[in-house]
């Protein structure tokens, strides 16, 4: 079982090849990411126009130099795979009309994928984790807690109430003057900076509803930052380093309540795993933080390597092999429309955004 996955939700243009063979682990022959970073870093965040304009540019060279380097001809492919949502609208119309194009040209099966289910499916790619487990999506445009029952099978247990943690980092990082993009750069100035120094607020902790909140440490930031200008190097990576600490305090305390609440509903699970994706999940401060929770609670810590922990196209072909041997790849195909927002769990109630379009979160 060979799939082609074509991604183009935000400002990477990715496509992989991958596949499974029988009970054999399954295999990345090839996985091609273009990061669109120095488009983008003059305006300090993500442009749309700009993104999608470069997806159409780059797209058919990625899927070709995919199928390349996978030493696999189109003929040999099983299905195509691409994101269809959710993500920046521009860029998925480009990966979805592009694969609906090469499916329908080489008769194959064309399977619309959500970009959260890749991201939540990674670790079964990496590790061979078995259901259930619990994932904690950390990235630009998503923080949620998930309980992964199985292939379509998704309960969202917690949300951002405000803004995704991603989001907060790249916000601070362009308050303090930091180039984009703000995660690994808020990082590595923290790490020469005292985190003691600003006691900024930790948003939700100790709150009996489980969701996250980072519009008002957001804010506290702001007003710090504002209120020592201008900023010496000392002052920014002071202030980075409280930051971070903050946001790890934050998330621990609510990852901690996810995880008795999974101990609970999930007793007979024996080894009990925490899965932790999207670009976030490099933060070494976060890492640390989540790694000892796992080992308080007895939980497996499992984060996919950063390469498939940020937006790639591997994680959309697996999502498409899950969904073929599952026998549910009927349930989005060729005339599946591209969706900006698009729930991972459909069942829980929406706390950001919820409109025509549907929720955001």
């Not at 390597?305 to 549910?328: F, H, S, V, Y």
Request: glycine residues 10%.
């Amino acid at each position: 079982m060979r799939v082609l996955g074509i991604e183009t939700s935000c400002d990477e243009t990715a496509a992989s090849v991958v596949a499974l063979d029988g009970d054999s682990a399954p295999e990345i022959l090839s996985n091609v990411v273009l990061s669109q970073i120095e488009e983008h870093a003059a305006f300090g965040g993500v442009v749309p126009e700009i993104a999608a304009r470069a997806h159409v540019e780059a797209l058919d060279g990625i899927v070709e130099a995919a199928l390349g380097d996978s030493a696999v001809s189109l003929d040999e492919i099983d299905a195509i795979a691409a994101t269809a949502g959710p993500g920046l609208v521009g860029g998925l119309i480009v990966g979805l009309m592009t694969a609906k194009a090469i499916a329908a040209a080489a008769n194959k099966p064309m399977i619309a994928i959500n970009h959260l289910e890749g991201h939540a499916l990674t670790a079964r790619l990496t590790d061979g984790l078995d259901f259930p487990y619990l994932l904690l999506l950390v990235s630009g445009g998503h923080t949620q807690i998930v309980a992964v029952r199985g292939v379509g099978d998704y309960q969202r247990w917690a949300t951002t109430i405000d803004d995704a943690l991603g989001e907060a980092f790249d916000k601070t990082a362009k308050m303090l003057g930091l180039p984009y993009p703000g995660g690994p750069n808020v990082e590595k100035v923290a790490a020469k900076g005292d985190a003691s120094r600003f006691a900024f607020p930790r948003p939700m902790k100790g709150s009996a509803q489980p969701d996250f909140s980072f519009s008002g440490l957001k804010t506290a930031v702001r007003q710090a930052a504002t209120a020592i200008a201008p900023l010496s190097d000392r002052d920014v990576a002071d202030i980075c380093a409280s930051f971070q600490a903050a946001v790890a305090d934050a998330l621990g305390d609510r990852v901690a309540r996810a995880l008795a609440r999974f101990g609970q509903e999930f007793p007979d699970q024996a080894n009990p795993a925490l899965v932790v994706a999207g670009g976030v999940a490099a933060n070494r401060t976060i890492k640390a933080t989540l790694e000892a929770l796992c080992s308080e609670a007895g939980f497996q810590f499992v984060a996919p390597p950063q390469k498939l922990c940020t937006d790639n196209a591997a994680m959309i072909a697996w999502a498409g092999i899950e969904r073929l041997r599952a026998g549910m790849a009927g349930e989005n195909g060729a005339d599946f429309v591209p969706r900006s927002r698009w729930p991972l769990d459909s069942v829980s109630a929406p706390l950001v955004g919820s409109g025509r379009r549907g929720a955001k979160a």
